[in-house]
């Protein structure tokens, strides 16, 4: 157990919706990062959050958007969704944004739209 | 953008043979972590190395980090099914808060 837990572990939605994925980091830990991972393929990086703030961005859809709330868990959150948004979106924690720490992922979630 | 590819993409070995995953930067990082990710679960970090030239060792498996902090290896000696997953590299460019993480090696050990 990571220590990283992120909700739901599944969901199916349709076309055009929204969800929002949720992610406690570990207890302590000020960074959050998501990463999106489509089947089979590599972790793309989406966005960092530290504290409360936005401190990285990788290539994170115009219809993606994140926060990272005071006590620290965060949300990503998924709008006027399509069928290639399916994929498994992992959440990590690490301890500070030196990055001189290891990063503690989540069991993702799998998220399909049908 | 920033690019960190790795080869092979698949790696299949007979059980007790070596096994090496290449990782190359487009950019300079300032440090490399290691994860593994069993299949149908999530990334465990292994290592992270810091110092140009570094290298480390966890029992059978030996990591490096090359002089120009731009490229870095995985060499696992004599393979177990257990190895069994595919292997990542990541890193934050110079800079960034960014985890940027490899294409992936999966791996594949046959008994």
């Known amino acids: 157990d990571s220590g990283v837990t992120q909700t739901p572990k599944h969901l199916i939605t349709a076309t055009g919706q929204r969800v929002t994925l949720r992610c406690s980091p570990r207890s302590g830990d000020l960074s959050v990062y998501w990463y999106q991972q489509s089947l089979d393929q590599g972790l793309q990086f989406l966005i960092q959050y530290y504290n409360g703030e936005e401190r990285a961005k990788g290539n994170i859809l115009e219809r993606f958007s994140a926060q990272q709330f005071p006590d620290l868990h965060s949300e990503l959150n998924l709008s006027s969704l399509e069928l290639g948004d399916s994929a498994l979106y992992f959440c990590?924690?690490?301890?500070?944004?030196?990055?001189?720490?290891?990063?503690?992922f989540g069991q993702g979630t799998r998220l399909t739209v049908v | 953008g920033q690019q960190v590819m790795q080869i092979p993409q698949y790696q299949h070995v007979q059980e007790g043979e070596d096994f090496t995953t290449y990782c190359n930067s487009s950019t300079t990082l300032s440090n490399i972590q290691w994860y593994k990710q069993r299949p149908g679960g999530h990334p465990v970090f292994l290592i992270q190395?810091?110092?140009?030239?570094e290298v480390k060792k966890q029992k059978r498996l030996t990591f490096q980090f090359g002089e120009a902090k731009k490229n870095s290896s995985l060499h696992i000696t004599a393979t177990q099914t257990t190895d069994v997953g595919t292997y990542f590299c990541?890193?934050?460019?110079?800079?960034?808060?960014?985890?940027?993480f490899g294409t992936g090696t999966r791996l594949q050990v046959f008994p």
């Open positions: 990590a924690s690490s301890a500070q944004t030196g990055l001189n720490t290891e990063a503690f």
């Open positions: 990541a890193g934050p460019p110079y800079n960034t808060d960014k985890l940027i």
């Open positions: 190395l810091v110092k140009s030239g």
